[in-house]
């Protein structure tokens, strides 16, 4: 069982950054691929970002509308996934979740196995 823990949202105002982190209670995460959803109040959860386990090399894939503002990456060492958030938006306020399992490139959260619970990210405008 994979415990995930999401930390680093809070409130900033438009053009800010913000880096998301999701830490890990497994020593094996780099076996996982990991993603990022949101979900936006009364919208549905969807898919930000994956990327691959080391035995994929951490290739990373991205929704098409947040490639060049979002970079996701790992550090295997220290189990934690970030997300790593520029020119932020207030259409990217949201709750952001990581998960963990899944297929490379998996954008559904179907596919995942194990997920946090979140933490918000509110962007003012």
């Known amino acids: 069982q994979v415990q995930l823990v999401e930390s680093g949202g809070g409130l900033v105002q438009a053009g800010d950054s913000l880096t998301l982190s999701c830490a890990a209670s497994?020593?094996?995460?780099?076996?996982?691929?990991v993603g990022w959803f949101r979900q936006a109040p009364g919208q549905e959860r969807e898919f930000v970002a994956t990327i691959g386990s080391i035995w994929s090399g951490s290739r990373t894939y991205y929704v098409d509308f947040l490639k060049g503002r979002f970079t996701i990456s790992r550090d295997n060492a220290k189990n934690t996934v970030y997300l790593q958030m520029n020119s932020l938006k207030p259409e990217d306020t949201a709750v952001y979740y990581c998960a963990a399992g899944g297929t490379l490139g998996a954008d559904r959260e179907a596919e995942y196995d194990y997920w946090g619970q979140g933490t918000q990210v509110t962007v003012s405008s």
């Open positions: 497994e020593h094996t995460f780099s076996n996982y691929m």
